[in-house]
């Protein structure tokens, strides 16, 4: 497979998935879930929003990257630089949801530590593909 098909398959995946968790978070909301909505659970529930919002959002990240490597003659990206793009958009908002699922006193739970990583993984991979981007286009 090559690359754009697989940051396309991965962003509609993932775009799939962080939109169903939106639904399943307004479902909890909606029934008035004690669990999700009690006033010492707002730290879950911001891990849980951010998750779900940063997991859109990077979804469709993916599916401009693999856009963008079918248009742009020249535009490519190597496998380190997609891989991070690739792994970024999924540990960052893992990262917000695990540490929403076990929260300790008003605290998100140690999960949140994925989240520097994928942040991390995405400027790197992010910054390469932007430098890419404007070789290709001076080039072309």
Same mark, same amino acid.
């Given at each position: 497979?090559?690359? /754009? $098909?697989?940051?396309?398959?991965?962003? +509609? +995946? =993932?775009? @799939?998935? @962080?939109?169903?968790?939106?639904?399943?978070?307004?479902?909890?909301?909606?029934?008035?879930?004690? +669990?999700?909505?009690?006033? $010492?659970?707002?730290?879950?529930?911001?891990? @849980?929003?951010?998750? #779900?919002? #940063?997991?859109?959002?990077?979804?469709?990240?993916?599916? =401009? =990257?693999?856009?963008?490597?079918?248009?742009? $003659?020249?535009?490519?990206? $190597?496998?380190?630089? /997609?891989?991070?793009?690739? +792994?970024? /958009?999924?540990?960052?908002?893992?990262? @917000?949801?695990?540490?929403?699922?076990?929260?300790?006193?008003?605290?998100?739970?140690?999960?949140?530590?994925?989240?520097?990583?994928?942040?991390?993984?995405?400027?790197?991979?992010?910054?390469?593909?932007?430098?890419?981007?404007?070789?290709?286009?001076? /080039?072309?």
């Amino acid at each position: 497979m090559n690359t /754009s $098909d697989r940051h396309l398959r991965h962003g +509609w +995946w =993932a775009l @799939f998935s @962080f939109l169903t968790l939106g639904v399943v978070l307004e479902t909890l909301h909606g029934f008035k879930i004690g +669990w999700y909505l009690d006033a $010492d659970a707002d730290i879950r529930r911001l891990m @849980f929003t951010l998750a #779900h919002a #940063h997991g859109t959002l990077l979804a469709l990240v993916n599916i =401009a =990257a693999g856009v963008t490597l079918r248009v742009v $003659d020249g535009f490519d990206l $190597d496998k380190n630089v /997609s891989r991070a793009i690739l +792994w970024g /958009s999924l540990v960052l908002p893992i990262g @917000f949801f695990l540490g929403g699922v076990v929260i300790h006193e008003g605290d998100p739970g140690l999960g949140v530590l994925l989240v520097p990583v994928g942040a991390f993984m995405l400027l790197y991979g992010t910054a390469c593909a932007a430098r890419n981007l404007s070789h290709a286009l001076k /080039s072309a």
